[in-house]
């Protein structure tokens, strides 16, 4: 195999500057999509059990939306179509974080409604029982006993949130993924261009998923035995085994 | 501001073509996905070993890697490498099939060790052969625990298949992205790709939660 080589690794280096931009930028993009997404589903969460249809309905359509829909295509309609709509035209890293926040906000949404619903109704009874108000009975008592409960998931989000910024580089977001692209217009080394960013996700999402399992580990499980909720459904095992634990 | 979504209908067979790449590039990653998701969770479900180290390390690093990426190395780097050429739409199916395989093993792997411990000690103190227990005791109830998170990951891998447009493989995005560009029209285009992928993944995702939701009462 000659092709090993031929490789030259110098023009990377030479580029390290840009790529360690670009780095930077897809790991604050997913840092902050990710961050204005959890308050987003959660209000979305709320918005769907509490609502009354008139909430419900719209809440509903838009999670639909957001996730039977490619980000791909949310992300370029958000940056072309929206624009018209709306007059105002935005950057291309303004419309890709709102797409960003939207899409990830939609799943986040669907796990939190799923951890409110799991926690046992008794714990909302008893709550207006002790005569608590209804606001303070959901943020000092449900939602703590939520968290637990929805940690595996929203830590398997926080990671393809992270996967999920490479597709943001269409829209002209001068992310990891499209300073490689450039980089490789100018040298034209394909393989090693692209396989030293490969490597570069790789690195970051294997520390991610280990930050996400220490996390777990820390807040999730060993709270999780002691908090009395029913047996899951094997949907919720599966579902478990599938998102750690 | 005016809609002409005629425009749009004038261009739907070049769509209708774009959703059939689409579709042969989704039947693609499926066909690599399926077998390598079972040999891996096969791989993985033996606790020890180089099998199982080996099956464990590949889950683990294409779960990590962002599919785009991965379309773009199979691209770029997967053709010099083997000496031969790749088109977009082989390497770019090729890519998203071996990631979806790690997901996939994850999936099986999850059902399997979903099914009741006890079915594992019946079948033992019924002394049922190793095959029999495998294939018709535990296969078959993992593979209801199996289909809705299957079906799930079956649009998430649809909605993969857009990437397939950096790469210039004209499917559905890419067409009508490009139908947009040449019209300036891209409210009505992109509106008319977002509202087919919806109309193709809203029933099946759907029929998942159905399923779901089945069984979960069966067994509660």
Redesign the interface.
């Known amino acids: 195999?000659e092709?090993f080589g031929e490789m030259d690794f110098s023009a990377i280096w030479k580029y390290r500057e840009p790529l360690l931009w670009g780095l930077l930028t897809t790991l604050w993009m997913a840092f902050a999509a990710f961050f204005m997404a959890v308050p987003g589903g959660l209000l979305l969460a709320f918005g769907r059990l509490k609502g009354g249809w008139i909430v419900n309905i719209p809440i509903m359509a838009f999670v639909?939306?957001m996730?039977?829909?490619?980000?791909?295509?949310?992300a370029?309609?958000i940056h072309?179509?929206l624009p018209?709509?709306t007059g105002a035209s935005m950057t291309a890293t303004q419309s890709g974080l709102l797409a960003l926040t939207l899409h990830v906000s939609a799943y986040i949404c669907d796990i939190i409604r799923s951890g409110i619903t799991a926690v046992p109704h008794g714990q909302w009874e008893a709550a207006k029982a002790l005569g608590l108000k209804p606001y303070i009975s959901f943020f000092k008592v449900i939602l703590p006993q939520v968290w637990p409960l929805v940690l595996p998931a929203l830590a398997n989000v926080a990671?393809s949130t992270?996967?999920?910024?490479?597709?943001l580089?269409?829209l002209a977001v001068d992310d990891l993924?499209k300073v490689?692209?450039r980089i490789?217009n100018m040298v034209f080394r394909?393989?090693e261009v692209?396989?030293s960013?490969?490597l570069i996700?790789?690195a970051?999402?294997?520390i991610?998923?280990v930050l996400a399992a220490w996390f777990e580990r820390r807040y999730g499980s060993d709270r999780l035995d002691r908090i009395a909720v029913e047996?899951p459904?094997?949907?919720?095992?599966?579902?478990?085994?599938?998102y750690g634990r | 501001?005016e809609f002409n979504f005629n425009i749009v209908l004038s261009n739907l067979p070049t769509l209708m073509d774009g959703l059939k790449i689409t579709l042969l590039s989704f039947t693609i990653a499926l066909a690599i996905a399926f077998p390598l998701g079972l040999i891996l969770c096969g791989m993985r479900l033996r606790k020890t070993g180089f099998a199982a180290r080996l099956a464990q390390g590949y889950v683990?690093?294409f779960?990590?890697?962002?599919?785009?990426?991965?379309i773009?190395?199979m691209f770029?780097?997967l053709p010099?490498?083997i000496g031969f050429k790749l088109s977009g739409l082989t390497s770019g199916s090729l890519a998203l099939g071996l990631v979806s395989g790690a997901y996939l093993c994850?999936?099986f792997?999850?059902?399997v060790?979903?099914v009741a411990k006890g079915q594992w000690e019946v079948s033992d103190a019924l002394a049922l052969p190793r095959r029999a227990i495998w294939l018709r005791v535990i296969t078959p109830q993992a593979a209801k625990?199996?289909i809705?998170?299957f079906i799930n990951h079956m649009?998430e891998l649809l909605?993969?298949t857009?990437?397939l447009?950096?790469i210039g493989v004209a499917e559905l995005?890419l067409r009508s992205?490009v139908l947009?560009a040449q019209t300036f029209r891209?409210?009505e285009f992109?509106?008319a790709?977002?509202l087919i992928?919806?109309v193709v993944?809203?029933p099946v995702?759907r029929f998942a939660e159905h399923i779901?939701r089945k069984?979960?009462k069966a067994?509660?």
């Open positions: 195999m092709i639909d939306l996730r039977f829909t490619p980000l791909l295509v949310q370029v309609w072309f179509a018209i709509f990671v992270f996967k999920l910024t490479a597709i580089g269409i993924m490689a692209n490789n394909p393989i692209y396989t960013v490969a996700y790789l970051c999402g294997l991610l998923t047996r459904a094997p949907a919720v095992i599966v579902h478990n085994e599938l | 501001m683990a690093v779960r990590a890697i962002p599919e785009m990426v991965m773009f190395w770029y780097c010099p490498l994850e999936i792997r999850g059902a060790q979903s625990l199996a809705p998170p649009t909605k993969g857009t990437l447009a950096t995005a992205y947009g891209y409210f992109l509106t790709i977002a992928y919806f993944i809203f995702a779901e069984l979960a067994t509660s």
